[in-house]
């Protein structure tokens, strides 16, 4: 079975600092996805960013980038400028995609506080 | 365009007592599924759905069922409430290449 680690319980930073959080994941699949979500004391998910397996290219969206290291399964979640509304539990997260499309393992998430 | 939504947002239950979580999307995605999320677990599947009429066992099962009579509802059933069961339960939905559309979560407790 597919698994997700990630080995950070809680990290802190500065505001305005960058932050990264690590991931990494055990399958034997060549072709999947891969996710961070945050989830702030309101409870909701929200999708931060998305990488695919087949692209080699890490993706970015605006302040969140992530370092894709795809032949050592690791995944890390870097927050540039983080500001104050970034606290949040931050889950990384796979989906294979194949005919199991949808179903995602989690890891246990980690806690990030934001310090003025 | 509502996206997923779950009722109730809190429950509280007494050991034994039944319960159904409600959970609806209207988004026409074929698969929706089920996790719970406790403290230091991250989520973990219950249950899923490909389909209307079809469902499947995830991770964490036991105690719990569930039916798709419909591509838009997946209620999730507590037949006889356990504190075990003490959780955030969150309903999602899959769109195009993987994309979960979570619900706002129900926060359960069981005395």
């Known amino acids: 079975a597919q698994t997700v680690t990630q080995s950070q319980p809680e990290m802190s930073v500065q505001e305005a600092e960058t932050v990264t959080l690590s991931c990494t994941y055990d399958?034997?699949?060549?072709?999947?996805?891969l996710f961070w979500y945050k989830q702030p004391p309101s409870r909701q998910m929200i999708l931060v960013i998305r990488?695919?397996?087949?692209?080699?290219q890490n993706a970015t969206e605006n302040r969140f980038s992530v370092n894709f290291q795809k032949a050592a399964k690791s995944f890390s979640l870097k927050i540039s400028d983080s500001q104050l509304g970034d606290a949040a539990m931050y889950f990384c997260a796979y989906s294979d995609r194949g005919s199991t499309l949808g179903r995602l393992y989690f890891g246990r998430g980690t806690q990030l506080t934001v310090w003025p | 365009n509502a996206g997923v939504t779950q009722t109730p947002k809190f429950q509280v239950l007494k050991t034994g007592q039944s319960m159904t979580l409600q959970c609806a999307q209207d988004m026409n995605h074929e698969y929706m599924s089920w996790y719970r999320q406790d403290p230091g677990m991250g989520l973990r599947l219950i249950h899923y759905s490909v389909g209307a009429g079809i469902t499947d066992q995830g991770e964490v099962p036991n105690g719990y069922n569930v039916s798709r009579s419909t591509t838009e509802d997946f209620p999730l059933r507590l037949l006889s409430a356990a504190p075990s069961q003490t959780s955030v339960y969150f309903c999602?939905?899959?769109?195009?290449?993987?994309?979960?559309?979570f619900g706002s979560g129900t926060q359960l407790s069981v005395l």
């Open positions: 399958t034997s699949e060549s072709d999947y996805y």
């Open positions: 990488q695919e397996a087949y692209k080699q």
């Open positions: 999602a939905s899959t769109g195009d290449e993987g994309k979960l559309f």
